[in-house]
């Protein structure tokens, strides 16, 4: 096994380590700096059958890919390998879908409805054949179908996962992850940031409107930030009454990170009155099974409490608002970054010292200071409406 560069005048295969091509002599150095090498990686199978990869023009890639090669034929997995030359994407796709730790991806049918509108399109193609030109024509012909810029880059991001994890695994080659790497996304930085905040008067019609788990769904998101993962996965055992906290395992949190979130009176007056199913340890539940999904009835509340629901709706409302809501009344009510980061989950490496100094206490006191933010809310709507009659 190992690295090859070849020549950009005469394509000839060869040592990385010569500085001048052993055939026509052009300065390899020099065309390594200008980035005009090619770098191959050599392996045999176990057949014996010697096998020659294209990685693309970066030595660190070509590494990383001898390196994986290298592991395979330690661990006895080069039968595994699969010529990328033969395989079309939607065999590439069976191949990924049915790994155990996709199909335990929450996100899976997100996932797999991405990557099958990517197969719409290209299905039945080689692996190997795919260019750019094809990545770039299928964004303009997305986008002129109506299709949002992130909803674009969302199928053809879970797409270029699929071929990672393809390439981790031996199965296609650099040049074929090289060609999704050089795809740049439809979406312009920071245009798809949200700043949709609900009112609390929004908040009140939507769960007056709502059936009963989606009321209390919308008002665990209204009063702790929590993802909705979270909170369709939260179980009982989780939720300390006695001492009104919410106690979320590294396992439980999209970050990974272990989090205790308050609970505050409304919330703790919601909890109290939900009826736990005797099989079933979920906090939610909908005709005594655990709720899968809220669009539905989310969708049905904003139609009646008369707000805006879609995500590219202009003032359009979606469930993960509450989690940016949250966040913005706790910055109103003066309660320090570093506390709501640490009951929301917001982690970033620089605030990651910040938060070895957050305690319960912190948190509790948070949460007194955003009950005097919605008493003075609530006294506030209460006046406008008495002045309005």
């Given at each position: 096994m190992g690295i090859l560069a070849q020549c950009p005048v005469c394509k000839t295969r060869q040592s990385i380590k010569n500085k001048a091509c052993r055939k026509c002599g052009d300065d390899l150095d020099k065309a390594k700096s200008g980035k005009r090498l090619m770098y191959w990686i050599s392996y045999r199978l176990p057949s014996g059958k010697q096998k020659q990869e294209p990685v693309g023009a970066s030595i660190d890639d070509a590494r990383a890919a001898d390196g994986k090669k290298k592991i395979l034929k330690k661990e006895g997995k080069l039968f595994d390998i699969r010529d990328d030359t033969k395989m079309t994407f939607n065999e590439l796709t069976s191949w990924y879908l049915g790994l155990e730790k996709v199909k335990a991806l929450a996100s899976y049918h997100t996932i797999k409805i991405s990557i099958e509108k990517f197969n719409a399109v290209f299905g039945g193609m080689i692996v190997a054949?795919?260019?750019?030109?094809?990545?770039?024509?299928?964004?303009?012909?997305?986008?002129?179908?109506?299709?949002?810029?992130?909803?674009?880059?969302?199928?053809?991001?879970?797409?270029?996962?699929?071929?990672?994890?393809?390439?981790?695994?031996?199965k296609i080659s650099g040049e074929t992850l090289r060609t999704f790497k050089k795809i740049?996304?439809?979406?312009?930085?920071?245009?798809?940031?949200?700043?949709?905040?609900?009112?609390?008067?929004?908040?009140?019609?939507?769960?007056?409107?709502?059936?009963?788990?989606?009321?209390?769904?919308?008002?665990?998101?209204?009063?702790?930030g929590m993802r909705r993962g979270e909170i369709l996965k939260l179980t009982w055992d989780k939720v300390d009454m006695k001492n009104r906290t919410i106690n979320l395992e590294a396992a439980d949190t999209k970050d990974r990170e272990r989090r205790t979130i308050p609970i505050y009176d409304e919330l703790f007056k919601m909890l109290k009155n939900v009826t736990r199913h005797i099989n079933d340890k979920h906090v939610f539940l909908f005709r005594g099974k655990p709720v899968s999904d809220i669009r539905t009835g989310l969708v049905k509340a904003c139609k009646k409490a008369g707000i805006t629901y879609g995500r590219f709706e202009k003032g359009g409302f979606i469930f993960h608002d509450l989690r940016h809501t949250f966040n913005t009344n706790m910055r109103k009510a003066g309660v320090p970054e570093s506390v709501i980061m640490a009951i929301t989950g917001h982690s970033t490496r620089e605030m990651f010292d910040r938060y070895d100094t957050v305690d319960l206490d912190d948190t509790r006191q948070a949460l007194q200071a955003l009950e005097v933010f919605f008493r003075n809310v609530t006294q506030n709507v209460t006046l406008n409406e008495k002045q309005a009659t």
């Amino acid at each position: 096994m190992g690295i090859l560069a070849q020549c950009p005048v005469c394509k000839t295969r060869q040592s990385i380590k010569n500085k001048a091509c052993r055939k026509c002599g052009d300065d390899l150095d020099k065309a390594k700096s200008g980035k005009r090498l090619m770098y191959w990686i050599s392996y045999r199978l176990p057949s014996g059958k010697q096998k020659q990869e294209p990685v693309g023009a970066s030595i660190d890639d070509a590494r990383a890919a001898d390196g994986k090669k290298k592991i395979l034929k330690k661990e006895g997995k080069l039968f595994d390998i699969r010529d990328d030359t033969k395989m079309t994407f939607n065999e590439l796709t069976s191949w990924y879908l049915g790994l155990e730790k996709v199909k335990a991806l929450a996100s899976y049918h997100t996932i797999k409805i991405s990557i099958e509108k990517f197969n719409a399109v290209f299905g039945g193609m080689i692996v190997a054949k795919i260019t750019p030109a094809d990545l770039e024509n299928y964004q303009a012909k997305r986008a002129k179908a109506g299709k949002a810029p992130a909803t674009i880059d969302h199928e053809i991001g879970k797409t270029k996962t699929m071929i990672l994890k393809a390439f981790d695994n031996g199965k296609i080659s650099g040049e074929t992850l090289r060609t999704f790497k050089k795809i740049k996304k439809t979406l312009k930085k920071g245009a798809d940031v949200r700043d949709r905040i609900l009112t609390h008067d929004e908040f009140s019609r939507l769960c007056e409107n709502s059936t009963q788990h989606i009321c209390g769904m919308l008002t665990m998101g209204y009063y702790t930030g929590m993802r909705r993962g979270e909170i369709l996965k939260l179980t009982w055992d989780k939720v300390d009454m006695k001492n009104r906290t919410i106690n979320l395992e590294a396992a439980d949190t999209k970050d990974r990170e272990r989090r205790t979130i308050p609970i505050y009176d409304e919330l703790f007056k919601m909890l109290k009155n939900v009826t736990r199913h005797i099989n079933d340890k979920h906090v939610f539940l909908f005709r005594g099974k655990p709720v899968s999904d809220i669009r539905t009835g989310l969708v049905k509340a904003c139609k009646k409490a008369g707000i805006t629901y879609g995500r590219f709706e202009k003032g359009g409302f979606i469930f993960h608002d509450l989690r940016h809501t949250f966040n913005t009344n706790m910055r109103k009510a003066g309660v320090p970054e570093s506390v709501i980061m640490a009951i929301t989950g917001h982690s970033t490496r620089e605030m990651f010292d910040r938060y070895d100094t957050v305690d319960l206490d912190d948190t509790r006191q948070a949460l007194q200071a955003l009950e005097v933010f919605f008493r003075n809310v609530t006294q506030n709507v209460t006046l406008n409406e008495k002045q309005a009659t």
